[in-house]
């Protein structure tokens, strides 16, 4: 696999403080990656630097380009897209009009159609609910719709960040199938920022710990999910 995003020597922060410091990291195009860590370790915060979102030092190369000179708006053109934690749905807005949104940089109307209909296959539940306000539907549905509505980009790279965070076992499953079965056949490479270490490294190919904004440790998933410090701190046994 090639390189899709190349992180070198990042470091990025609010204000005049740093929170991630010299992170170097290699996203290989049509794998998932998860990001792990705890809380404040600078998960959240590497998202937002690979979107321009906070300040950033070093490199960032997306598909030969650089995108440390870019507007968050430049990035999000060149195929990165990003559901934040807290899911983020335009609340006023009916289902199916913040699917719509999603698509706001594409010219092709048929196949913006086309593509609301294969996010309708994907989150059936969302087809059913297509009509209704979003901030009516339910944790788990205002998920499925966060990322139905990235989707919409067609993105190389999606960034998901904690997209299990108050939901049911039933419904993060759900999600998290959906999510195994939208890289297999769309082919979307996916960094994903995950608490749930066990399901995140079941589900990545390739595994980055980092703690107090530096990177302590990367490989396989799996590799890290037998790790003796990994287990202990965050899978519990």
Same mark, same amino acid.
């Given at each position: 696999m090639s390189t899709l995003l190349e992180l070198t020597d990042l470091s990025a922060g609010y204000g005049a403080s740093d929170v991630i410091h010299g992170l170097?990291?290699?996203?290989?195009?049509?794998?998932?990656?998860?990001?792990?860590?705890?809380?404040?370790?600078?998960?959240?915060?590497?998202?937002?630097?690979?979107c321009k979102m906070i300040r950033t030092r070093g490199q960032m190369v997306f598909e030969g380009k650089r995108l440390d000179g870019l507007s968050t708006e430049d990035i999000v053109? !060149?195929?990165?897209?990003?559901?934040?934690?807290?899911?983020?749905?335009?609340?006023?807005?009916?289902?199916? =009009?913040?699917? /719509? &949104?999603?698509?706001?940089?594409?010219?092709?109307?048929?196949?913006v159609a086309e593509d609301q209909e294969r996010m309708f296959h994907y989150f059936p539940r969302l087809k059913e609910r297509r009509h209704q306000q979003a901030g009516t539907l339910s944790g788990g549905e205002q998920q499925m719709l966060a990322i139905a509505r990235a989707l919409m980009l067609r993105p190389r790279l999606l960034l998901?960040?904690?997209?299990?965070?108050?939901?049911?076992?039933l419904i993060v499953k759900e999600i998290f199938g959906i999510?195994?079965?939208?890289?297999?056949?769309?082919?979307?490479?996916?960094? !994903?920022?995950?608490?749930?270490?066990?399901?995140?490294?079941?589900?990545?190919?390739?595994?980055?710990?980092? =703690?107090?904004? /530096? &990177?302590?440790?990367?490989?396989?998933?799996?590799?890290?999910?037998?790790?003796?410090?990994?287990?202990?701190a965050y899978l519990g046994y």
């Amino acid at each position: 696999m090639s390189t899709l995003l190349e992180l070198t020597d990042l470091s990025a922060g609010y204000g005049a403080s740093d929170v991630i410091h010299g992170l170097n990291m290699k996203i290989e195009e049509g794998s998932i990656t998860t990001l792990l860590g705890s809380n404040g370790a600078g998960k959240t915060s590497t998202l937002r630097a690979i979107c321009k979102m906070i300040r950033t030092r070093g490199q960032m190369v997306f598909e030969g380009k650089r995108l440390d000179g870019l507007s968050t708006e430049d990035i999000v053109r !060149l195929g990165v897209a990003h559901v934040p934690d807290g899911r983020g749905t335009f609340t006023s807005m009916s289902a199916e =009009e913040n699917l /719509r &949104l999603g698509s706001y940089t594409r010219k092709d109307k048929r196949a913006v159609a086309e593509d609301q209909e294969r996010m309708f296959h994907y989150f059936p539940r969302l087809k059913e609910r297509r009509h209704q306000q979003a901030g009516t539907l339910s944790g788990g549905e205002q998920q499925m719709l966060a990322i139905a509505r990235a989707l919409m980009l067609r993105p190389r790279l999606l960034l998901l960040d904690e997209p299990s965070f108050g939901l049911a076992p039933l419904i993060v499953k759900e999600i998290f199938g959906i999510m195994r079965t939208i890289n297999e056949t769309e082919k979307v490479t996916i960094l !994903l920022v995950e608490q749930n270490a066990a399901m995140a490294l079941d589900l990545a190919h390739q595994a980055y710990l980092i =703690e107090t904004g /530096r &990177l302590a440790m990367s490989g396989p998933a799996q590799q890290l999910k037998q790790d003796e410090a990994v287990r202990r701190a965050y899978l519990g046994y």
